[in-house]
């Protein structure tokens, strides 16, 4: 992989508060991986599918630091991945993004 990371998406095909999933065939990855962005504008990458049951975190809610699952409401931090409420237990992966001249670059495994 590229040291520059992989160009997954432009900035602005992700609305602010919403996430788009990312196929596993493009990134490398297990797991889709849900580009998130936050209400300040700032992106994140978790593993798409909640780890509690079969859901998509880039359909789930994005605000104030927090995705939440839109099956069953279970919460994660948006830059650590890690639970926040029941009913998950686990963390969702996080992947390290960086938002270079409006363009999105994915790292995949790799820990932000």
């Known amino acids: ?57 880039a359909e789930g809610w994005v605000e104030g630091g927090f995705v939440e699952c839109p099956m069953h409401s279970s919460k994660f931090c948006l830059k650590s991945g890690e639970v926040q409420c029941l009913p998950a237990t686990r963390d969702a992966r996080p992947h390290r993004v960086e938002v270079r001249d409006g363009e999105v670059y994915l790292f995949p495994n790799e820990a932000p």
């Open 1 to 57: 992989m590229s040291s520059n990371g992989i160009r997954v998406a432009a900035l602005d095909e992700i609305s602010v508060g919403e996430g788009i999933a990312i196929g596993k065939a493009v990134t490398g990855t297990d797991d889709d991986v849900a580009l998130l962005r936050d209400d300040d504008g700032s992106v994140y990458a978790l593993d798409d599918t909640c780890p509690h049951e079969i859901a998509s975190l």
